[in-house]
């Protein structure tokens, strides 16, 4: 009996400090005061220059905030919260000093605003401010790429539609990356735009730093809808051209190259040589490598909009992962067709392919379709745009000392020479750069670029797609060179674009 009465006894006492328990915590979390918090309708603001004098105003909405005040501003700005409107207003005031310079290096400000709960404990927000002119980067229409050559300018472009015009059902945009950190800012979707602010370079403000960058568009789940390419590069890649003697006008750089350099310039310039490479089919790029002369090495760095760093990301196809809308969601994985997966079995259609089952479709000869890659006003050129290119004589005989520096080879069109730099590839079985030739014992020791893959919009019967390509053996005794070699879809190869 006593034992028992004992139980009863130590079963009250356990739920009675239970229920103290949950008391005190009630309690404390009642009394917990929560941090303050705004949610801003904007972050960033642009005025077209110092003498635009109308100021421009800001949505909050505050939780847990007793108070909302300007906590600095940068020089040339400035700023109030009117509390009762719950809003914030900055006007571009410039500097004090009569030094036109001065108001320059103040183009680009910083407002911050404090909200403050009832432990007097603040939580800051940032607004950035410009002195920047709008332009839409779709001036001349819709398309896949998007080259931009003005810096500190705030663009924007139709999110809601596709380059077809079919509609999108667009919620929010944001910077997947960028190949250089801090040039592309401020992505938020206003209205039915994308708007982004791209900075010039620190060492000259009148200029834009090379950069390739990614934009997505999400729908109201979270997913992935579209995605767009910004070619950000100081020479304008639309002007430099040249008409071939079929009568063809093409781009003198690759598709997200910023220059077209021989060996003879710094590696520098042998790698802004290098484009972005495209899988068969897709809109979207993939990096180029860290350098020049990379052979299976990591790929350039890349960076999200906070500057955090974004790793290549590869993925073996499979039935799930094998299909367009997949590649659409998932523009930064490289789909690989593993040669020892049970999709690969032989050659044919589907083998070799980012695709489980070939989709000719995706690019097209006849005309330039919703996922070509190129510009406004150019495409992907059809194998017979390229036909007209051979390999001169005198180029296959030049002094092997000679043609190892010009890292590429110019290709003749009867007339004149145009040059196409050998930036290998990403590997249709791994997606890894591939970019040398190069055995043991046989000069040089070091790889060297020396593979040129091109991609044409043809296809072939068996699944396959035409590219140009060539090669330079280190031995000299055998150069390869096709301007119609069928290749593997899942391969990863640069695109010259044509004019339409």
């Keep these: 009996i006593f034992a028992d009465y004992k139980t009863i006894l130590d079963m009250r006492s356990m739920k009675f400090l239970i229920v103290a328990l949950m008391s005190v915590s009630l309690f404390l979390s009642c009394n917990k005061e929560e941090g303050a918090s705004l949610s801003l309708e904007r972050t960033s603001l642009y005025f077209s220059s110092w003498e635009d004098s109308t100021p421009q105003t800001i949505k909050y909405v505050p939780s847990n905030a007793v108070c909302v005040a300007v906590g600095s501003c940068s020089e040339g700005w400035r700023a109030f919260v009117d509390e009762s409107n719950k809003t914030i207003t900055v006007s571009a005031v410039g500097s004090s000093s009569d030094d036109i310079a001065d108001d320059e290096l103040l183009k680009e400000g910083l407002v911050v605003v404090n909200a403050l709960n009832k432990e007097n404990k603040a939580t800051s927000y940032s607004i950035n401010v410009y002195i920047s002119e709008t332009q839409a980067a779709d001036v001349d229409g819709a398309a896949n790429c998007y080259v931009i050559t003005r810096p500190a300018v705030n663009y924007t472009f139709d999110v809601m539609h596709r380059p077809d015009g079919t509609a999108l059902d667009t919620e929010s945009v944001q910077l997947l ?28 403000n009148s200029q834009v730093v090379d950069t390739n960058a990614v934009i997505a568009a999400y729908n109201s789940m979270g997913e992935v809808i579209w995605s767009w390419h910004l070619w950000i590069a100081n020479e304008n890649p639309l002007t430099a051209t040249a008409t071939y003697s079929n009568g063809k006008t093409f781009m003198q750089n690759n598709l997200g190259a910023f220059t077209n350099a021989n060996g003879d310039a710094s590696t520098e310039k042998i790698l802004a040589s290098y484009g972005l490479y495209y899988q068969w089919g897709r809109k979207d790029p993939f ?26 990301e590869f993925l073996a196809r499979t039935a799930s992962n094998g299909t367009v809308e997949y590649a659409i969601q998932n523009p930064m994985q490289y789909i690989y067709n593993d040669e020892n997966s049970e999709y690969a079995g032989d050659i044919g259609n589907g083998v070799g392919d ?14 330039k379709s919703v996922y070509d890659p190129c510009p406004k006003g150019w495409r992907v050129p059809t194998a017979d745009d390229l036909k007209v290119l051979k390999l001169s004589d005198d180029e296959d005989n030049t002094p092997l000392e000679t043609a190892r520096k010009q890292f590429g080879w110019n290709l003749s069109d009867g007339n004149n020479e145009f040059f196409y730099s050998a930036c290998g590839r990403r590997r249709y079985n791994d997606g890894k750069v591939e970019n040398m030739n190069y055995k043991d014992g046989v000069y040089p020791s070091t790889p060297e670029p020396w593979e040129g893959h091109y991609w044409t919009s043809s296809t072939t019967a068996d699944g396959m797609a035409v590219s140009l390509y060539f090669d330079l053996t280190t031995t000299r005794t055998i150069n390869s060179f096709a301007n119609h070699k069928p290749r593997f879809r899942a391969n990863g190869f640069q695109i010259r674009c044509v004019k339409e």
């Design 177 to 204: 990356w960028q190949s250089n950190r801090d040039v592309v800012k401020n992505v938020y979707k206003s209205g039915d735009k994308a708007s982004f602010y791209i900075a010039s370079s620190e060492e000259d």
């Design 287 to 312: 990096p180029r490598p860290c350098f020049h002369d990379a052979a299976g090495a990591e790929s350039e760095s890349r960076y999200k909009e906070n500057g955090t760093y974004i790793t290549d």
């Design 354 to 367: 980012w695709l489980v089952s070939a989709n000719d479709a995706l690019w097209s000869d006849s005309e």
